[in-house]
């Protein structure tokens, strides 16, 4: 019934200094119950109150007798049980004897004196209750040994003590003599056959139970220790005891059971060990390290010990888990775990705390090198190659490091800046190190911030685009336009791509930006193609690396075109080099689908990166843009001068024109003129500009726009 068994807690527990009270007064009226135990029912039978010396004699939590009936206590007990209990109580006090279950372990045999009692205004049956005098029965026992002991031995799987306590003499079991290795024979001696045999660390604990027991202050005795077996092994036990006074209340006997429970202390070790292991490597797991780091903290701060975190990323773990498969990546996880781990001192922690990633934490040091020293040695370990079921794998790590200081008071602290440090170390390339110093805190926060505005800048139409002028070079014609993209910050004013493309590709958000950027261009592109009297202007577009790595690149292209009206040839899409890298394969095959719809492809940034020539052919590019970099210096820079000029003979060759990227000056439209470039871009013709801008100055200049002043006065 729900209703008996609904905790009455909090009223009772507010009266918890009345419920000790009526016990106390209780025990002195009732000598013989001077050291027992305090329980009180309500009238229903549901557990009211145990005090402490109840909760010690029935091994229970504070808690755990909270809202449970009486039967929790004594099995077996009815509804009706109780009831008639309840009612013989109205008569007066009772003794009598139970059985009481323990949280843990077998039932205990009690005496009970029941009384019914008015406690802040209710009635409660209390029970005191106090351990059955068990020592003159397996006194018995042990007499009857000689005739009874291979039965015992056999019955009870506990070895088995009687102390004559006056005389000094134990009387030991069988089943206690085979507990540590001797024969199964009944023994005789001191208690110190016993106590000689707990393990050095238990001894002064189990010494001080006893002792605490033996003076009255417990119940029973219970306890668990090490005890040694005659093979010089150790076997975890738990003892229960029990010592019985003399009416005057001197002691006489004590009796005790010896339990071996080595498997369920195995059990609980085992247990111990998985939650703070990692199961793939073996390595220590993120609790562990956890609570070494707080002892860490605690070292260095209490008695000034240094320590280092170090940690430590594979590169590029995903791809190698992708083209290998998942047990060759794990593989690759444990061999890289165990090549860490042969890098650094035995009291060093290692723990793998996330899929790629391991912390390695170094305590002790002397000399703030000593860290340089043990990841250099990481590094240099993990570049070996791996023999991966024969494959030989090459990887790397990437670090971030952070020495301690007395800015961290918290383990999480020091995780956070080392992920910090590492992200640092990951964008630089691979295996690169990066120490923690506090200002990336605040790089790392204002990115934070900038990644969550970022995300609403689309949504609150923040972005915009400007048009950059393309001219032929030798008639200052205007072919058409670049569209770049900025970001009108509610709070910071114009942002430049240069500062949340790169954080628009780690994010993803590249992804709807760009096609925001596709769909924009083309229709501002298509508007000036039919109103003002540009039909022949091509639009460029740049496009990132993770945007053309989209599987529906070619069909939002495609639709992007379809939408506006804009014919496919008046759109350039600005790749660079790096694409061709990620997935070769891949890469060509959109190529070719881009240019069968018949986009103009253009090679940007050419000269910055791998400026493979091959790549030109591969890429069936239309035009190739030679970056700033070559063009700033190409007219003072004879050198330069000339690789320009053997680029554009190349691209020519191969029927490609050539743009030539921030013109600036007279000097150096001159150059490029020299060297044979077809197009020019440059603040000389004009700089990036608002379309409402273009759209005013077309409107003004109808006729004239594509005339070279117009571009030439900007
Ligand atoms: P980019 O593709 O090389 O674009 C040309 C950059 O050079 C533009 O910078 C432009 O303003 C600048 N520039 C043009 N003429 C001159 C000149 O005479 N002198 C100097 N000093 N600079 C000149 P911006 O607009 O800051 O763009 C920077 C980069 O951001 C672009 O380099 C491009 O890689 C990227 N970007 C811009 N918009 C987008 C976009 O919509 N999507 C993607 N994925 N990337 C974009
Ligand atoms: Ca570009
Ligand atoms: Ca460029």
Known sequence: MTSLQTPQTPLFATQRASFESVANAARRSHSDFALSAALFFGLQGEIAFIDAAGEQLLDLGHESWTGTWVSQLEPGLTAADWAERRQSLYEGPRRFQARLARADGPTLEVEIYAALHAVGGRTF?????????????????????????????????????????????????????????????????????????????????????LASHLDGDTLILNLEHRLEHRQGTWRWVQVRGLAERTADGSLSLMA????????????????????????LTGLANRAWLIHRLHDALSASRNQGEHFALVL?????????????????????????????????????????????????????????????????????????????????????????????????????????????????????????????????????????????????????AELHLAFQPIIEIATRRLLGFEALCRWNHTKRGIIGPDEFIPLAEETGLIIPIGQW?????????????TSAGLENLRVAINLSNRQFRQPDLVLSVASALAETGL??????????????IHDRADSLAKIAALKQMGVRLALDDFGTGYSSLEHLKLFQVDTLKIDRAFVRSAHIDREDEAIVQAIVTLAHGLGIAVTAEGIESDEQQACMTRCGCDEGQGYLFGRPLPPEDLSRRFASNVGAVESSEVWAMS
């Open 312 to 460: 430590v990323g594979v590169d590029g773990f995903k791809l190698i888990n992708d083209s290998f498969g998942l047990p060759l990546g794990d593989m690759l996880l444990r061999a890289v775990a165990a090549r860490i781990a042969r890098s650094v001192r035995s009291i060093d922690t290692v723990a793998r705390v996330g899929g790629d990633e391991f912390v390695v934490l170094l305590e002790g040091l002397g000399a703030p090198d000593q860290v340089a020293i043990v990841s250099d040695r990481i590094a240099r370990e993990v570049a070996e190659p791996f023999d991966l079921r024969g494959y030989a794998v090459y990887t790397s790590v990437s670090m971030g490091i952070v020495p301690d200081s007395d800015d961290y008071n918290e383990p999480e602290e020091l995780l956070r800046d080392a992920n910090i440090a590492l992200v640092r170390a990951k964008r630089m390339g691979r295996a690169k190190q990066v120490v923690f110093d506090s200002s990336m805190r605040e790089a790392t926060v204002k990115r934070l911030m900038l990644e969550t505005d970022l995300r609403r800048a689309l949504e609150r």
């Open 517 to 529: 950027v596709l769909q924009t261009a083309c229709r501002q592109a298509q508007i000036w193609r």
């Open 256 to 279: 005790a059971s010896t339990s071996d429970i080595t498997h369920r202390k195995n059990a609980d070790e085992r247990l111990c060990y998985e939650a703070f292991h990692d199961s």
């Open 567 to 580: 014919p496919p040839e008046a759109l350039e899409l600005e790749l660079t080099e790096t694409i061709i």
């Open 125 to 209: 049956v209390l029970h005191l209750a106090r351990p059955a005098p068990l020592v003159p029965q397996l006194q018995r026992e042990l007499d009857d040994l000689q005739r009874r002991h291979e039965l015992i031995g056999l019955a009870a799987n506990d070895g088995l003590w009687v102390w004559d306590l006056v005389e000094g003499v134990v009387a030991y079991s069988p089943r206690w003599a085979a507990l540590i290795g001797l024969p199964e024979a009944r023994l005789t001696g001191s208690i110190d056959l016993w106590l000689d045999r707990v393990h050095p660390a238990d001894r002064a604990m189990v010494d001080a139970a």
